[in-house]
């Protein structure tokens, strides 16, 4: 009687193996002009953002406002104690702490300016799934959240 053996181990691979920080380089490369062209699209979106205007725009909490709030919270990306100052701003403003919170959730979760250099690196289709998704909790959680602080008797 015959036996299958398992082999010896991996077979060789032809060539000789990329050092991990050459194949980092190369990748970085390749990633650096959408990343300086994300960089400065973002920094147009929010220099064109008046503030002023911003809070009048979203005057208070109501489905439209929330989702106006969400689409340019996912538009102007940003760092989130930025968005935190944002957010103050807004309800100092007279904004509605359910449009705030939404604003600001989809400020830091869903990158539309980040998307091309997300989908080079991470794939087309997890991007756009990862985004849509985030798009859709900033809005739940934004609600969720107000409820929640309405039952603590916070708001």
């Not at 538009?75 to 944002?86: F, K, R, T």
Request: hydrophobic residues 55%.
């Amino acid at each position: 009687m015959k036996y299958r053996t398992a082999s010896a181990g991996p077979k060789p691979v032809a060539g000789p193996a990329r050092p991990p920080l050459e194949r980092a380089l190369k990748a970085f490369t390749r990633l650096l002009p959408v990343l300086t062209a994300m960089l400065l699209l973002t920094s147009l979106v929010l220099a064109w953002l008046p503030m002023t205007g911003l809070a009048s725009a979203l005057a208070g909490d109501g489905p439209v406002d929330v989702l106006l709030g969400t689409l340019l919270g996912s538009v102007a990306a940003g760092h989130p104690s930025a968005g935190y100052v944002l957010g103050g701003e807004l309800r100092a403003g007279g904004v509605g702490l359910i449009t705030v919170t939404a604003l600001i959730t989809a400020w830091v979760t869903v990158g539309v300016v980040q998307l091309p250099a997300e989908a080079l690196t991470l794939g087309r289709r997890f991007a756009l799934v990862r985004n849509l998704v985030c798009l859709v909790l900033a809005v739940v959680l934004a609600y969720l959240t107000v409820a929640g602080l309405a039952l603590a008797g916070g708001y």
